[in-house]
Nanobody
Framework: QVQPVESGGGSVQAGGSLRLSCAASGSPYCRYDMSWYRQAPGKEREFVSGIARDGSTSYADSVKGRFTISQNNAKNTVYLQMNSLQPEDTAMYHC????????????????WGQGTQVTVSS
């Protein structure tokens, strides 16, 4: 079962940057649609950004223009470059593998990573 493994969280001051990584642990011969979500204390988990196998991307309005999602298909890794971070970006960031495309076809995966903490101080 393919699992996402996140890294790259940390603490920064407002206006700073961080880059998160998410590696899919599955077959190197498969490709994955992956996305990032975040959950702040006392709030529901919310969508941040997603990237499909064809490279198409989507973003929540709150991060457009500040966050950039990208992928390295050779490594089955997705990156989230976060610039101009603000205190309201503080949350646990979770990577999710949405779907896989392997030789056997497309399959819904919906596996979540453990998360990586991002803390932005003012």
């Amino acid at each position: 079962q393919v699992q996402p493994v996140e890294s790259g969280g940390g603490s920064v001051q407002a206006g700073g940057s961080l880059r998160l990584s998410c590696a899919a642990s599955g077959s190197p011969y498969c490709r994955y649609d992956m996305s990032w979500y975040r959950q702040a204390p006392g709030k529901e988990r919310e969508f941040v950004s997603g990237i499909a196998r064809d490279g198409s991307t989507s973003y929540a309005d709150s991060v457009k223009g500040r966050f950039t999602i990208s992928q390295n298909n050779a490594k089955n890794t997705v990156y989230l470059q976060m610039n101009s971070l603000q205190p309201e970006d503080t949350a646990m960031y979770h990577c999710k593998i949405d779907r896989s495309l392997c030789a056997s076809g497309i399959r819904v995966v919906d596996n979540w990573g453990q998360g990586t903490q991002v803390t932005v101080s003012s």
